[in-house]
């Protein structure tokens, strides 16, 4: 596959530490590290899933779990970059979240995006893989 070449890093820069055979690359700004086991479980697996749910597949996104949001989104658990390429920020303290699964959430963004869901209708979450693959 072709790697994406205009990239926008929205002030994160566009280095990852690992990266999936999906073409996930992940990097983690936080204090605390994830092992390997964790990445596969935290990311990479929850992107395979999105992918399964949805029938969708994708060369995957860069993905860069951070502390805080930067603005305006400080609040929020996560966010999906439309602009330039795809690219996902994560609040750290969601990497593991389960109850809220913003992980597999910023995902379905992510390959409906690839899949030609306009990014209006993507934005307002108008597709039913919200629900069905997004928790």
Same mark, same amino acid.
């Given at each position: 596959?072709?790697?994406?070449?205009?990239?926008?890093?929205?002030?994160?820069?566009?280095?990852?530490?690992?990266?999936?055979?999906?073409?996930?690359?992940?990097?983690?700004? +936080?204090?605390?590290?994830?092992?390997?086991?964790?990445?596969?479980?935290?990311?990479?697996?929850?992107?395979?899933?999105?992918?399964?749910?949805?029938?969708?597949? +994708?060369?995957?996104?860069?993905?860069?779990?951070?502390?805080?949001?930067?603005?305006?989104?400080?609040?929020?658990?996560?966010?999906?970059?439309?602009?330039?390429?795809?690219?996902? +920020?994560?609040?750290?303290?969601?990497?593991?979240?389960?109850?809220?699964?913003?992980?597999?959430?910023?995902?379905?963004?992510?390959?409906?995006?690839?899949?030609?869901?306009?990014?209006?209708?993507?934005?307002?979450?108008?597709?039913?893989?919200?629900? +069905?693959?997004?928790?």
């Amino acid at each position: 596959m072709d790697m994406p070449v205009d990239w926008t890093d929205h002030g994160l820069g566009l280095g990852f530490d690992v990266e999936s055979p999906e073409g996930v690359r992940f990097r983690n700004d +936080a204090a605390s590290p994830l092992t390997e086991i964790e990445i596969e479980e935290r990311v990479f697996s929850r992107y395979r899933a999105v992918e399964s749910c949805t029938g969708i597949t +994708a060369w995957g996104p860069l993905t860069v779990a951070i502390p805080v949001l930067p603005p305006p989104y400080q609040g929020w658990g996560g966010v999906t970059y439309f602009d330039g390429d795809v690219m996902i +920020a994560i609040r750290t303290d969601q990497l593991g979240n389960t109850i809220q699964p913003t992980m597999r959430h910023e995902f379905v963004h992510y390959v409906l995006k690839r899949g030609g869901l306009a990014d209006e209708d993507n934005r307002n979450h108008n597709s039913p893989f919200f629900a +069905a693959c997004g928790s």
